[in-house]
């Protein structure tokens, strides 16, 4: 079974773009979550998706915003790009709890876009 | 709030000795699953061993196993007979409550293993 997809893997963009990062699940995880991982901040939650329905969201700008496609795979966009926003983004799937007999919470991460703000 | 601390920021040890990486953590549920989560450099981040707070005993995958306190809110990796493929940043997670889709990180421990 592949794994987490994410593209692009490298991106170099200057303030005050715009970027969309794009992530396919594991065949069959209908949920997908974001996380931006800074050396100062660590790992940040960003939001979840579930069913095309976004049901969970971090303590972010609305700068930051997604969506999920039918097919689960899921897009972040980040508007007016900030030199702040130079970070890792993971993303992440797992199972929903409506089909796991115990929820483990156990995510599924893929490599990462790295996103550089000049 | 549901929190996670790794006191450790950096360790390192030479191959094939043991090390342990320390993580407390705050929670108000009475049952959860915690993790233990590697993250090789420019590697994708992976799920080493998991614990589940209703069981008692310490969970083990070959040479990584696991301290858990519950009382204590304390949930250690030991890595025994470390191996230079170990050197990664660890990072310490759980779901801030049952069925979360998201986990709470700690801030991660980078270990270094030398030859």
């Known amino acids: 079974k592949a794994g987490v997809t994410q593209t692009p893997r490298y991106l170099i963009k200057t303030r005050g773009q715009q970027v969309t990062l794009s992530c396919s699940p594991i065949?069959?995880?209908?949920?997908v979550s974001w996380y931006q991982q800074t050396p100062g901040q660590g790992l940040q939650f960003l939001f979840e998706y579930f069913s095309e329905t976004q049901r969970n969201k971090g303590n972010f700008p609305g700068r930051f915003s997604g969506r999920q496609f039918s097919n689960s795979r899921s897009e972040m966009n980040v508007s007016t790009l900030e030199l702040g926003d130079s970070a890792l983004y993971l993303c992440a799937s797992s199972e929903s709890p409506g089909l796991a007999v115990f929820n483990t919470g156990e995510l599924f991460f893929g490599e990462g876009s790295r996103l550089t703000v000049l | 709030a549901q929190t996670v601390t790794q006191s450790q920021p950096e360790m390192s040890v030479q191959e094939a000795e043991t090390v342990t990486l320390s993580c407390t953590y705050d929670?108000?549920?009475?049952?959860?699953?915690l993790f233990w989560y590697k993250q090789p450099p420019s590697r994708q981040m992976i799920l080493v061993i998991r614990q589940e707070a209703y069981k008692q005993q310490n969970a083990t995958e070959n040479r990584f196993s696991v301290n858990f306190q519950k009382a204590a809110k304390s949930f250690s990796l030991k890595i025994s007979d470390s191996q230079l493929g170990d050197t990664a940043m660890y990072f310490c997670?759980?779901?801030?409550?049952?069925?979360?889709?998201?986990?709470?990180f700690g801030q991660g421990t980078r270990l270094t293993i030398n030859p």
């Open positions: 997670a759980f779901p801030p409550f049952q069925g979360a889709q998201k986990l709470v």
């Open positions: 929670t108000s549920e009475s049952n959860y699953y």
């Open positions: 065949s069959g995880h209908r949920s």
